[in-house]
């Protein structure tokens, strides 16, 4: 493989072989369901993943979490299995399974050794096709939903970031909490919820990737017998379409939000309109984000936690979507040093936007970024979601050895360029803790000038 495999939705079939000779090949079925695999010389593991690109942004006014919602009751039982046939048939064996809701897809999987994935696959397409959503279960689990969000409210990360997210994407559908919100939650009806599966998991919209040790026509005939005994539909359709990748003005909503908690630390978000996931600057943000925040040699680590020691925990991130992403900066403080840690963070990004980074950290990312990717792709997960990412989201596959040949591409000017275009973007802070807008102070909202 010399470069990134494109996925055309209208090609029945693919095969190609990947770095590590790694074979991977992909089926359109008429029906519109796509199955890609990758076969991991020497594996005795696979991992399994069914996927639907519809998150928490696609949901209507009046469905607020409904697809989180859904995630929980795919597990409660199905016609022929009840919730503990369910996880009896996974951790009999020492499998792993569980599901993910996101902004933009709903992923269930399991990870089985080899001789079990033919089961994983029956259970998973049971669950995926013939859930009851029981009303009496529907019941059960919204408490157990509205217990997991008030988890969520005690952890004053995860409110940093839901409220991050609000402010930099304002009224865009991505600024929404993935879960919804404990009033959402308390009047989501079963029938919308039934409603909202039936609309989303049809054949059309179905992607199912395996990773590890499988055998691509064993596969295929295994989930069609699985398919086929749930009455799926097979009449002829084509994929649904892959989202838009235009990318979008947001219009942020607050540059200051602080959330008062009396806690002995403040957690302090900074966050600017990022790039999408299709975007030609992915790489250089690669390694933009691995100088800045991505370990312990960071800019960030090394300022703000070695020189200065005002923070047990920094770092720098980067989530992309397909028509709009985020850059964020985090840090764990001492409420009485909260501003000081967000202008110092600042001050980083305003250094990359003014003089870029230097060749030893240019090579440092390169290798920092090498090493991990090809270390990850040790992990038959890993390499599941790498094929669901890229048949839902960006529409190609790229393996390691096109992966890297990208980022050695990117120069030092292509860096310094993106910092000052993510810089000049709006900025949105957030902080939770013992401070308030009196006693916190934003840092400023401008670059400063470049060094002569």
């Known amino acids: 493989m010399n470069g990134p495999v494109p996925l055309p939705l209208d090609e029945a079939q ?49 469905e607020r979490g409904s697809t989180h919602f859904l995630e929980h009751l795919l597990f409660k039982g199905t016609a022929t299995r009840s919730a503990l046939d369910i996880a009896v048939a996974f951790e009999s064996v020492g499998g792993e399974h569980n599901a993910a809701t996101a902004k933009e897809y709903t992923c269930y999987y399991a990870r089985v050794r080899d001789v079990d994935l033919d089961d994983a696959v029956d259970v998973l397409a049971d669950m995926f096709t013939s859930a009851t959503i029981d009303p009496d279960e529907f019941e059960t689990e919204r408490g157990v939903i509205l217990d997991e969000l008030a988890m969520a409210d005690d952890d004053p990360a995860d409110v940093a970031g839901e409220r991050l997210f609000e402010a930099v994407f304002g009224e865009h559908p991505l600024g929404r909490p993935i879960g919804g919100t404990p009033e959402s939650i308390r009047a989501a009806r079963r029938d919308d919820v039934h409603a909202h599966w039936l609309a989303n998991y049809r054949p059309r919209d179905l992607v199912v990737t395996v990773a590890g040790a499988v055998d ?26 892959r989202r838009a990748s235009e990318a979008v003005v947001t219009v942020p909503a607050e540059p200051l939000t602080v959330v008062r908690r009396p806690l002995e630390q403040a957690t302090v978000l900074l966050g600017l309109p990022g790039i999408a996931v299709a975007d030609e600057r992915r790489s250089a943000l690669a390694v933009l984000n691995s100088v800045l925040g991505g370990g312990m040699s960071s800019r960030l680590f090394q300022e703000v ?29 001492a409420p009485a040093v909260a501003g000081d840690v967000a202008r110092l963070m600042l001050d980083e990004v305003d250094r990359l936007a003014a003089d870029g980074i230097s060749p030893d950290e240019h090579r440092r990312a390169l290798g920092q970024l090498g090493g991990a990717a090809a270390l990850a792709l040790e992990d038959s997960d890993t390499r599941m979601n790498r094929l669901g990412r890229a048949e839902l989201a960006t529409g190609e596959f790229v393996d390691l050895d096109a992966s ?18 993510l810089r000049s ?17 934003a840092p400023a909202t401008t670059p400063v000038a470049a060094t002569p």
């Open 14 to 62: 693919l095969s190609f072989l990947a770095t590590g000779d790694a074979l991977v090949r992909r089926t359109v079925l008429p029906s519109g369901v796509r199955i890609l695999s990758e076969r991991m010389p020497g594996a005795r593991s696979a991992t399994v993943g069914f996927w639907v690109a519809v998150g928490s942004r696609d949901e209507q006014e009046g």
């Open 216 to 241: 691509h026509d064993h596969l295929l005939d295994r989930l069609e017998a699985a398919l086929a005994r749930a009455d799926w539909p097979t009449d002829a359709a084509p994929p649904v379409p």
């Open 305 to 333: 936690r070695e020189r200065r020691g005002l923070a047990y925990s920094v770092y720098s991130f980067a989530p992309s979507y397909s028509d709009a992403g985020l850059f964020g900066l985090y840090a764990g403080c």
């Open 404 to 421: 890297l040949a990208r980022l050695d591409r990117v120069t030092t000017d292509d860096v310094r360029d993106l910092a000052a275009a």
């Open 425 to 441: 973007g709006p900025l949105a802070t957030v902080v939770v803790g013992d401070v308030d807008d009196t006693t916190f102070e």
